[in-house]
């Protein structure tokens, strides 16, 4: 296997050969993952052994609280941002051309999930307020979808762009259940039946209601759920619910929870709230030119004009969302687009967590879901009079956006065009004081019965809040936590804030005796926990399709050929990971990430352990300052923290900026590839089908290929019917091969991808059409190449062994 990369420099040279680069885990050096399946995690809670039927109980109870909790979060998608609520101009009946009225989308949205089995009026169950999931072909028919297309009339606009007549939102919706997955009704207290931009299903004339008002929460089964588990475009199973196995098919609803859901179009389901601003930072940016400084000098002309010119602000948001690249997510809140692939959530023995490797422990993971993309206000801490004021010490670095942001000025953007705020303007200054936490010490709109704060030392928390929370019994001390605890410190508290148990679930559980009986556990971290131990236990689909059943001769030789090349001194071990970080290493511009030319020399220096990976920058760059400032060294075998954050460990190499040795299971139906979701192929429409015989299939000529995420995503646009989609055989050919990478890469930089456009004389408004890459998206990276021809005899090998990482590689189908 060849490896392109630059001249290094002898001080960076030795500092990287001081630690330990690629290693398998003593453990599991001798590991052969075709002779035995992988270990199962413990029956545990942190490392806490329990009896059995109480940790299976936990991990039941993890999966119910990872598809429907939101923490309070609610406030936030439905006071603020007012999903599913957003203003559409629609054509009046007769048509004239300059005839337009305004309707909100709910109506279309409520129309589209009634519509689904085809019979009117049967969406909502009577007793609404206890559930809205009837099961499989009762009240609420069977009708199920991994795509749910909301239908508007021809010729409607959202802020002045077109919306298709038949949207594809790539929300799943289980059969006999109302919502989609993850979007969590929460019935709304008795005095606020006032409040008009709460949802009453009762009066949406789709179904027998119960009286009453709802808000609508997210929660983490909205993106990590599908029923596309072979990612073909069509549902493998009708529910993702326990126990509710669709019949003749090959698999289980849990088949269907970690593997992320990569037909999500996250830009039109946050255009299609009332108040986008709220995702300003986050989803969205400037159109054309995606840089930092571009980013920063639209956040200011965000600032200068939200209230003076606020419906061309909206359009701008909006924009910027809808060029977010399907089945992608952005979730860096830097005004940057640079989305990345929903990563796999297999996680026992798989830190530190996500792409970034950010978070070596799993309630800190969770916490900052929950704190800081459950709930977009909990962002209040980034502003520069709290945390991001304290990053001048990183001189070096690339600016905040939230530089151009008090927490105040922060504050006011994202409420001005609320629901609440619209509703009722005196409520102005109580919502933004409740964000800023000054009114209940606890920032952010989750329920402050169920946060804390604890002291972080990057100042998320202003002193006055803390003194507040302090006086109100929320503040807690990391020695209450015990273990690696005083190492993690502000990764405990990202934000500033940290999720704890909710009061239900601390009586229904019983877990203050619990906590007694086990000591080791935390009853703050109790519901957290077992929404880890949930994830630890999940294992990935089996690989049964007839492609690798036909080609499973070749595995073993496969096997020999992923060793031979040296692919096995980063993916080793039985979840295919050292769970180390590698650094990243632009050798086009020689240094870490994006250039400033006056420390080129000192990033030189720094550059930490590892092989060199050749990759864009866009998300390490969004998260160099926590990994360098805030994220402690780990230790790899354990994922326990092992020392303290700061510089020294990046600059000493023990803990290097970059990305994380991905686990490779479940490669069989998770392509794009990379963390861009850069890497993708897919066989043009009108050839002819992919076939079951594996080698031909990786021979087909160049004609019969898409290469590259945008061509794919284009078409797909374009036939607004989900499909093509990525090939996973033949994308695992161009992660590979040298050759086709080359065109892949092509293929993403084609001028592509259809901008809309603002239809106004706003400077910012950007070309008609620009390509992938200037949204995020390039597919470089990781140039470890394999010596052959596509279809060859080592490359098809390596593709067999590849697709038959599932659950059990060495049993093949």
């Known amino acids: 296997m060849s490896h392109a990369q630059g001249g290094w420099g002898l001080a960076a040279a030795v500092l990287a050969a001081s630690v330990c680069a690629c290693a398998a885990s003593p453990a599991y050096r001798d590991f052969d993952v075709l002779a035995k399946p992988p270990p199962r995690a413990p029956y ?40 599913f609520d957003a203003e559409l101009e629609i054509p009046c009946p007769g048509g004239e051309p300059a005839c337009r009225t305004k309707a909100s989308v709910l109506p279309y949205f409520i129309q589209a999930l009634d519509d689904l089995d085809a019979v009117r009026g049967n969406l909502f169950p009577p007793d609404g307020a206890s559930g809205w999931c009837g099961g499989n072909g009762g009240l609420l028919g069977p009708g199920y979808t991994n795509d749910l297309v909301i239908r508007f009339p021809r010729g409607t606009t959202l802020a002045g762009f077109d919306v298709p007549e038949q949207l594809h939102t790539g929300l799943d919706v289980d059969a006999g259940c109302a919502w989609p997955v993850g979007v969590v009704p929460v019935q709304a207290a008795a005095e606020e039946e006032s409040l008009p931009y709460l949802i009453e299903p009762r009066s949406l004339g789709a179904g027998p209601a119960a009286a009453g008002k709802v808000r609508l929460g997210i929660a983490c089964a909205l993106c990590h759920y599908s029923l596309d588990v072979d990612k073909d475009g069509s549902p493998d199973v009708r529910s ?152 001048g010490l990183l001189f070096w670095e690339v600016a905040s956006v939230y530089e151009n942001l008090s927490a105040e000025e922060y504050a006011d953007i994202i409420v001005d065009q609320s629901p609440l705020v619209r509703h009722d ?29 604890m002291k972080n030392q990057q100042g998320a928390v202003p002193k006055d809040v803390l003194r507040k929370a302090e006086a109100l019994g929320r503040v807690r001390d990391v020695d209450e936590y015990g273990g690696d605890a005083k190492h993690r410190a502000s990764m405990m508290v990202l934000l500033g804030t940290r999720v704890t148990t909710t009061p239900a679930v601390l009586r229904e559980y019983r877990v203050d005796e619990l906590v007694a009986a086990h000591p080791g556990l935390n009853a703050d971290d109790f519901q957290s926990d077992a929404v880890s131990a949930f994830l630890d236990w999940l294992t990935p689909p089996p690989n049964q399709t007839p492609l690798l059943a036909r080609a499973q001769a070749l595995v073993p030789r496969g096997k020999a050929i992923f060793e031979e090349a040296g692919c096995g ?114 066989l043009r429409p009108g050839t002819a089908p992919p076939g079951d015989e594996l080698s031909a299939l990786l021979r087909r000529p160049d004609a019969d290929k898409l290469y590259g995420t945008g061509a794919i995503l284009v078409e797909r646009e374009e036939k607004q019917a989900g499909g093509p989609w990525p090939d996973a055989a033949l994308s695992l050919q161009a992660l590979l091969l040298e050759r086709e990478r080359a065109r892949v890469l092509e293929g993403n930089h084609a001028l592509v991808m259809p901008t809309p456009r603002g239809g106004s004389d706003n400077p910012l408004d950007a070309p008609e059409v620009t390509n992938i890459v200037a949204r995020g998206v390039e597919g470089r990276g990781h140039e470890f190449w394999i010596e052959d021809e596509p279809g060859g005899e080592r490359i098809t090998a390596l593709v067999a062994f590849l697709l038959a990482l599932d659950d059990k590689p060495g049993e093949l189908p």
């Open 44 to 83: 545990a809670l942190r490392g806490v052994k329990l009896a059995f039927a109480d940790y299976w109980r936990f991990v039941q109870a993890g999966e119910t609280w990872f598809r429907s909790e939101t923490f309070g979060g609610e406030r936030a998608t439905t006071d603020v941002a007012g999903l």
């Open 240 to 391: 993702t619910r326990w126990n509710e196995q669709t019949p003749d098919s090959a698999y289980r609803p849990e088949h269907t929870w970690p593997i992320g859901n990569q037909d999500l179009h996250f830009g039109w389901l946050f255009s299609l709230a009332q108040n986008p601003l709220l995702g300003f930072t986050v989803l969205s940016g400037p159109v054309g030119e995606n840089t930092p400084e571009a980013a920063s000098r639209w956040v200011e002309w965000v600032k200068a004009n939200y209230r003076n010119q606020p419906e061309a602000v909206r359009r701008e948001v909006v924009r910027g969302m809808l060029v977010q690249p399907r089945g992608l997510a952005d979730d860096t809140p830097n005004a940057v687009h640079d989305p990345n692939s929903l990563p796999l959530l297999f996680t026992y023995n798989n830190w530190p967590y996500n792409f970034d490797g950010s978070f070596s422990d799993p309630s800190d993971r969770n916490n900052g879901v929950w704190t800081g993309a459950i709930d977009f206000t909990g962002l209040i801490a980034l502003a520069k009079d709290r945390s991001t004021g304290r990053q």
């Open 425 to 453: 303007p005196a409520r102005r200054e109580d919502l933004k004081r409740d964000i800023l936490g000054t009114s209940d010490g606890i920032p952010g709109l989750l329920d402050p019965e169920s946060v804390v704060l």
């Open 569 to 682: 001194s980063c993916h080793n071990g039985p979840f295919l990971t050292d769970n180390r970080m590698h650094r990243v290493y632009d050798r086009r511009r020689d240094e870490i990430g994006i250039a400033v030319p006056s420390t080129a020399g000192f990033r030189s220096l720094a550059r930490g352990a590892g092989p060199a990976l050749n990759t864009a920058p866009y998300r390490t760059l969004a998260n160099r300052p926590l990994q360098l400032f805030v994220s402690p060294p780990y230790d790899p075998e354990t994922g326990e923290a092992t020392g303290y954050a700061g510089l020294g460990p990046f600059l000493f190499g023990s803990r290097p900026v970059g990305y994380k040795t991905l686990t490779l299971r479940h490669l069989w139906a998770s392509p794009p590839y990379l963390h861009d979701g850069g890497v993708a192929v897919a």
